[in-house]
């Protein structure tokens, strides 16, 4: 029997926390069915968004390992879903793009993750949702600003 101590469902950060396991639970199952991971969706997003990066300053974007962000363009480009070029003036530089199949892909993982937001936001009405993810947005900009400000008690 798995159920959930009373005190904690007091406490909003424990039910963001366990609300959001669960969405990213359910949305890297169905990337996992097209032999990817939320990082090789999270890199196609930046690039789509942003434009063209270098690979360190794409780690850098979000937040991922240097070692790890080439692994994982790596996967990409192999699968043709982003193109890599060398800087001519610096050959430590690499350019990543995404490929038009990166883009086309990135639409049907949008398409995925609304199908797995829309299946979690069921008992909500669209009002609901609408200040729901206003006021998600104003604690995640919160914590963004604060990003790097030591707090106490950790």
Do not use: C
């Amino acid at each position: 029997m798995n159920e959930t101590p009373p005190s904690l469902l007091g406490f909003t950060t424990y039910l963001m926390s366990r609300t959001g396991k669960v969405a990213r639970s359910r949305l890297a199952e169905r990337l996992t069915e097209r032999g990817l991971r939320l990082w090789h969706m999270a890199v196609l997003a930046a690039l789509v968004d942003f434009g063209p990066h270098v690979q360190r300053e794409l780690a850098a974007r979000l937040a991922v390992d240097r070692s790890d962000i080439v692994k994982i363009v790596d996967d990409l480009a192999v699968a043709g879903l982003v193109e890599r070029a060398r800087d001519t003036t610096d050959r430590r530089r690499v350019t990543v793009t995404v490929s038009p199949a990166g883009r086309a892909l990135l639409d049907r993982l949008h398409a995925e993750a609304l199908a797995v937001q829309e299946d979690l936001l069921d008992p909500l009405t669209g009002a609901e949702r609408t200040q729901l993810a206003a006021l998600l947005r104003r604690v995640y900009n919160h914590i963004q600003d604060d990003a790097g400000v030591p707090r106490s008690g950790r």
